[in-house]
């Protein structure tokens, strides 16, 4: 069964291009609740951590880089089939391949400055979720 939680984050470019609201309309169209959400910036360290899971592969300095270069807004969302729903909303993580209507399609730059992260299963749903905000953060 599909759980009903998945994570986001909106990235730093898309923060500072001032997409924030229009994604998170997007988000609230689609029928996603926000049980939890954040303004951060993750440094060298944490972005690293994050993103341990693409440590070995080749463009993982990059994305570090990437992901502590300004602001992001973490969030938790409900809905039912949580994550495959996101994951449609989102769209292909190369925006020229992105389905028109889709996050990306409309507010990514490029396949690496994709605009918005989404939890890829239930269970880094959780793990995800869980590092940026505690229980008692979440409602």
Known sequence: MAGTTTFTMIKPEAFAAGHTGN???????????????KITRLDNEKAG??????KERPFY??????????????????KDNAVADFRKLIGATDPSEAEEGTIRKAF?????????HGSDSDENAQIEASFFFS?????
């Open 135 to 139: 229980r008692f953060e979440r409602y």
């Open 61 to 78: 300095g990059e994305l570090v880089s990437y992901m502590s270069s300004g602001p992001i807004v973490a969030a938790v969302l409900e």
């Open 49 to 54: 951590e994050f993103y341990a899971v693409h």
């Open 23 to 37: 994604i998170i309309a997007k988000i609230t169209e689609a029928g996603f609740h926000i049980k939890a959400m």
């Open 108 to 116: 990514a730059k490029s396949k690496a400055e994709n605009a918005v």
